[in-house]
C-alpha cells in the first residue's frame, strides 16, 4: 500500500488549495480513505472520511462547508477541496486508508502517506 499526497503550499487567509492522493496497492472502491493533519502542539485532527459503501463524506465541524473530500475512481486517487482557509489550518495533511469513518477513525489508520505541508499566512 502506497499514498503519495502532493499539492501542499503556501497559501494566505482565505484561500485555496487541492491537496492530491493517489494510492497503489488497494482500490479506494473498496476501502474508506480519510484526511488527517497533525501541526505542532495539537491533537492529530480528522479533517475528513470517505466511505466507499455509501459514498457519505464526514467532516470535522470546523471544516464543514468549506472542505470537500472526492475520489476519482479511474486514477484511484483521492483529493482534498480546501476553501476559505484559515491561520490555525496550517499543518501536515496526510491522507490514509482506514477501515471504516466510524470512532476514533484517525487514530486507527491502517496506512498513511509522507503528508503535505499547508501553510496558511495573514
Known amino acids: 500500500v502506497q499514498l503519495v499526497e502532493s499539492g501542499g503550499a503556501s497559501v494566505k487567509t482565505g484561500g485555496s488549495l487541492r491537496l492530491s492522493c493517489p494510492g497503489s496497492g488497494f482500490s479506494f472502491d473498496d476501502r474508506a480513505v480519510g484526511w488527517i493533519r497533525e501541526a505542532p502542539g495539537k491533537e492529530r485532527e480528522g479533517v475528513a472520511c470517505l466511505s466507499p459503501e455509501d459514498g457519505n463524506a464526514a467532516y470535522l465541524n470546523s471544516v464543514k462547508g468549506r472542505f470537500t473530500v472526492s475520489v476519482d475512481s479511474a486514477k484511484n486517487t483521492v483529493y482534498l477541496q480546501m476553501n476559505n482557509l484559515k491561520l490555525e489550518e496550517t499543518a501536515v495533511y496526510h491522507c490514509?486508508?482506514?477501515?471504516?469513518?466510524?470512532?476514533?477513525?484517525?487514530?486507527?489508520?491502517?496506512?498513511w502517506g509522507q503528508g503535505a505541508l499547508v501553510t496558511v499566512t495573514a
Open positions: 490514509a486508508e482506514v477501515s471504516s469513518c466510524s470512532g476514533d477513525w484517525p487514530d486507527a489508520l491502517d496506512a
